[in-house]
């Protein structure tokens, strides 16, 4: 996984260094705390230091500049001249995080009161003193028009770190989607107008490559399947998947066949998630292929490259954005509402994202795929019980944006169709839920990941500079 650059920097005022004994000694020590987690959260992380003077500010801007960060903490260890801090922050075009975070939740007021030395209280009060700056330094941002954003509270608390390294995980989601390559195989499902993307939107909004990929070359890799390289991947089906009985030996071997192909594709040129649809004339050989995919495209899905039907190019990167965040990411569209049970109903004939499945996925044939020609293998399964969080890359008529929304994926009757189905519960309640979320104008696709990770996202819109809605 590409891993972002996380920048740290801390500021003081050297006045008081020479004023109190100590004090920079225990503020670095504070500091060095803070990178010490970082590196625990799986940073890579950049410390410039404590900066206190406008010198030291254009240093460590420089600094952090040639090291190429993709995101700044700035850590208040006690006030400090917004002069030693907007040097750096000019210097840098980044998201910029604001750390107010004190030692300790409360001064001990009682020893604080006993030092008898005005002086020595001085300096314990210092070090507790991270708030004075803050609304400095935002009033100066406020005026440069530098972005930012203020974690607040103390070192020893959770939420603390916890926010922290949701910055960390969404600066490393952007890095990962700044260096995918996502492939497009084939073409749009004809007449799906909200499938339909802008490319260069795409490529602008999240920095990734596409690449477009051609039908004749997964012939190609499908032609030169040795018997030997197709047991092989049978065996992957057998380990991965519930085989149901019902599945016809020819299915299978032609479904392994296909998934190879989908593998050297991938590999031959790197792609890390792809959107895919064809259709071709009756009894074609690409016909054949696209007929045969779902079983590969979830393997693929399950191994880090998300695969979208129906050629969703958003939805493969709210797909990607999802397994980045290592909560899965599973295809879905709308399928049915349950009003007694108020209730959502969501799921696809797959890829799924066979990491959080509730209970075993199985591979189940289908007379006819819906909508689709031919027949095949598809697969049958239900998204984790459990809390869940539903993204989706949204186009405008001016921008990209994301969608996302909290809920719950609940037990109950699905429907047995070779398909991947599930029941969503959401805290506003189902029809309240279909209102807003479709109001905002999304494709009828939706990538589903397990956990409660709206906080997250909406980091990862402030880093990449996109609008996010959230629906619940």
Same mark, same amino acid.
């Given at each position: 996984m590409n891993k972002a650059k996380i920048g740290l920097f801390g500021i003081g005022l050297d006045t008081y260094w020479d004023q109190f004994e100590g004090l920079l000694d225990r503020l670095n020590g504070y500091q060095k705390q803070i990178a010490e987690k970082m590196q625990e959260f799986g940073a890579d992380v950049v410390d410039a230091g404590l900066v206190d003077s406008p010198e030291k500010a254009r240093e460590a801007g420089n600094f952090l500049k040639t090291s190429d960060v993709d995101i700044v903490f700035l850590y208040v260890s006690t006030y400090a &001249?917004?002069?030693t801090v907007l040097p750096v922050a000019q210097k840098l075009k980044c998201p910029i995080i604001i750390l107010n975070i004190q030692p300790v939740a409360a001064i001990d007021y009682e020893n604080f009161n006993k030092l008898g030395d005005r002086g020595k209280m001085t300096g314990e009060w210092l070090a507790h003193c991270q708030a004075c700056s803050v609304p400095e330094l935002a009033n100066v941002f406020n005026r440069a028009g530098i972005g930012y954003e203020f974690v607040t509270g103390y070192l020893g608390e959770q939420a603390v770190w916890d926010d922290i390294q949701g910055w960390i995980d969404a600066a490393n989601v952007a890095a990962v989607m700044r260096n995918n390559r996502l492939g497009v195989l084939g073409h749009y499902y004809c007449g799906m107008l909200d499938v339909y993307t802008d490319l260069t939107k795409q490529a602008a909004?999240?920095?990734? /490559?596409i690449e477009l990929v051609e039908m004749c070359e997964v012939k190609k890799f499908r032609d030169a399947v040795t018997d030997t390289e197709m047991e092989e991947k049978i065996k992957e089906f057998h380990s991965t998947f519930e085989v149901v009985e019902a599945c016809e $030996? %020819? !299915?299978? !071997? *032609?479904?392994? *066949?296909?998934?190879?192909?989908? %593998?050297? &594709?991938? !590999?031959?040129?790197q792609l890390g998630s792809m959107a895919y649809y064809y259709e071709g004339e009756s009894g074609n050989d690409y016909e054949n292929i696209v007929t045969s995919v779902i079983a590969g495209n979830t393997l693929l899905t399950g191994r880090n490259v998300p695969v979208a039907g129906e050629c969703e190019v958003k939805n493969a990167q709210a797909m990607k954005i999802m397994d980045s965040f290592g909560v899965g990411g599973s295809f879905s569209e709308f399928y049915a509402m349950d009003f007694n049970d108020d209730i959502v109903m969501l799921g696809h004939d797959g890829p799924a994202h066979v990491a959080i499945a509730e209970g075993n996925v199985q591979l189940v044939p289908l007379p006819i795929y819906h909508g689709k020609p031919g027949k095949g293998l598809s697969i049958q399964m239900t998204v984790?019980?459990? =809390?869940?969080?539903? +993204?989706?890359?949204?186009? %405008? *008529?001016?921008?990209?944006? +994301?969608l996302v929304a909290e809920g719950e994926s609940v037990k109950g009757p699905v429907l047995q169709i070779g398909n991947t189905n599930s029941r969503y519960r959401f805290p506003i309640g189902a029809k309240e839920f279909m209102?807003?979320?479709?109001? $905002?104008? =999304?494709? /009828? /696709?939706c990538a589903i990941g397990v956990g409660h990770i709206a906080d997250k996202i909406e980091k990862l819109g402030h880093i990449l500079g996109l609008d996010v809605v959230r629906v619940c």
């Open positions: &001249l917004s002069s909004a999240f920095g990734t /490559h $030996q %020819d !299915e299978i !071997e *032609r479904a392994a *066949r296909t998934s190879i192909a989908l %593998d050297k &594709l991938v !590999e031959a040129h984790k019980h459990g =809390p869940v969080t539903i +993204l989706s890359v949204v186009e %405008d *008529r001016e921008k990209v944006f +994301l209102n807003q979320w479709s109001k $905002q104008g =999304p494709a /009828h /696709h």
